[in-house]
């Protein structure tokens, strides 16, 4: 059974850094992509960031210039860094895999991490 184990959130002042962490579990064939979403009480979840096992990165312009994904491949981990954090990037911060799974690597699936929270106030 594969797992995603989220960690890193917190409570930070305006203007501080969090790193998040994702970790998938064994019985991984192969990751397509992973990725970090957020939603804030009240709002869709929406995408933050998310890069492909190639190194291919997409961010939302909201992340863009503030907030680094990073992955490494050996590990099945992938790494939020955001820096400059405003009261608005509240939200509970979710992981997303796309991987394909030992013993039924021709299917492609989607899973997700328990959530993470994220407050930044003052």
């Known amino acids: 059974q594969v797992q995603l184990v989220e960690s890193g959130g917190g409570l930070v002042q305006p203007g501080g850094s969090l790193r998040l962490s994702c970790a998938a579990s064994?019985?991984?064939?192969?990751?397509?992509?992973m990725g970090w979403y957020r939603q804030a009480p009240g709002k869709q979840r929406e995408l933050v960031a998310e890069i492909t096992s190639g190194g291919s990165t997409n961010y939302a312009d909201s992340a863009k210039g503030r907030f680094t994904i990073s992955n490494d491949n050996a590990k099945n981990t992938v790494y939020l860094q955001m820096n400059s954090l405003k009261p608005e990037d509240t939200a509970v911060y979710y992981c997303?895999?796309?991987?394909?799974?030992?013993?039924?690597?021709?299917?492609?699936?989607?899973?997700w991490g328990q959530g993470t929270q994220v407050t930044v106030s003052s």
């Open positions: 997303n895999a796309e991987l394909r799974v030992r013993g039924d690597p021709l299917r492609v699936r989607d899973y």
């Open positions: 064994v019985s991984i064939f192969s990751i397509n992509a």
